[in-house]
């Protein structure tokens, strides 16, 4: 038995230790947030919160995150109030929004990490991949989820 918390909660999962979070959390704990996307780790659509840091789900055995603290975009925000949550709907990010929620993961965690990020910054920092290009979008919202999550006004 794998235990670790899962959006808050103490999660048991009985299945093989190697088995890919991305499959425990869809298959056995219903959370079907989380996409598959590439399942090689590239495309990132299948970004998590483990402990705070965003990590690929499909090529991360559960057993790696046995004790630890695992959020999925259900946990970010239930009501969608994020910051992030709150700029791509502001900005009007998705198109297909198939990758969506691997990237508001992606972004929700660099934001911790980088509170004020230049555009040179996303560059390096953000490698999710969006097949739709919605890229200009996406750095629009993030420089709006920064704004957001510092409390300062988005007027344009």
Known sequence: ???FTLNGEDYGFPGDSDTPLLWVLRDSAGLTGTKYGCGTG????CTVHVD?????ACILPVSAIEGRTVTTIEGLSPNGSHPVQRAWQEENVPQCGYCQTGQIMAVAAMLERLPSPSDDDIDRQ???ICRCG????????IHRASELSRGESTDD
């Open 52 to 56: 705070g840091e965003a990590r690929r």
């Open 1 to 3: 038995m794998v235990r």
């Open 126 to 128: 953000h490698t999710n």
């Open 134 to 141: 919605a890229y200009s979008r996406i750095r629009r919202a």
């Open 42 to 45: 590239l495309c990132g659509a």
